[in-house]
């Protein structure tokens, strides 16, 4: 059974710019969350689809948004992108309470 | 609001030894999930062990097993027989079983396993 899989892995963009990051979750999963990890803040949970809807939003500004698709896959999107947008962004797909399993995550570097 | 503390930021044992890393929660919620997520050098991150607050005998997965105090609010992690491989960062997870069920997480203990 294939993982959950997320592209890109690695992405350099300069401040104002946006940019797009998917996750294609583990086949019958439902559920998709995102979080960012950063060394400083730890990993701070952005928000959770389900069946195409958001479920929960963490506290970030409305440059960080997403949407899921019919088939589960999933997109975030950050615009005007700032210097401390710098880090790891993780995707989880769920199918039980709180058994999350985690892509490899899109590093993004904004500079 | 629901929060998540984890005291040690680095830890280091030798390998075969026995390691507990801390975990303190804050919740006004009577009925929860806590769990140990484990995320090893430039890998996924996997989901260790899981507890059910209303569940008064501790989980145990293998050499992984948790001291879950309620009252204390305290859930730590304990690791027997360390190997290398459980060189990871180890975040503490909180989710309560209610409408708003997101995982709110600790901010990690690095973990070193030493040869």
């Known amino acids: 059974k294939a993982g959950v899989t997320q592209t890109p892995r690695y992405l350099i963009k300069t401040r104002g710019q946006q940019v797009t990051l998917s996750c294609s979750p583990i086949?019958?999963?439902?559920?998709v969350s995102w979080y960012q990890q950063t060394p400083g803040q730890g990993l701070q949970f952005l928000f959770e689809y389900f069946s195409e809807t958001q479920r929960n939003k963490g506290n970030f500004p409305g440059r960080f948004s997403g949407r899921q698709f019919s088939n589960s896959r999933s997109e975030m999107n950050v615009s005007t992108l700032e210097l401390g947008d710098s880090a790891l962004y993780l995707c989880a797909s769920s199918l039980l309470v709180g058994e999350l399993f985690f892509g490899e995550g899109s590093r993004l570097t904004v500079l | 609001a629901q929060t998540v503390t984890q005291s040690q930021p680095e830890m280091s044992v030798q390998e075969a030894e026995t390691v507990t890393l801390s975990c303190t929660y804050d919740?006004?919620?009577?009925?929860?999930?806590l769990f140990w997520y484990k995320q090893p050098p430039s890998r996924q991150m996997i989901l260790v062990i899981r507890q059910e607050a209303y569940k008064q005998q501790n989980a145990t997965e293998n050499r992984f097993s948790v001291n879950f105090q309620k009252a204390a609010k305290s859930f730590s992690l304990k690791i027997s027989d360390s190997q290398l491989g459980d060189t990871a960062m180890y975040f503490c997870?909180?989710?309560?079983?209610?409408?708003?069920?997101?995982?709110?997480f600790g901010k990690g203990t690095r973990l070193h396993i030493l040869p």
């Open positions: 997870a909180f989710m309560a079983m209610n409408r708003d069920d997101k995982i709110i």
């Open positions: 919740t006004s919620e009577n009925n929860y999930y």
């Open positions: 086949s019958g999963h439902r559920s």
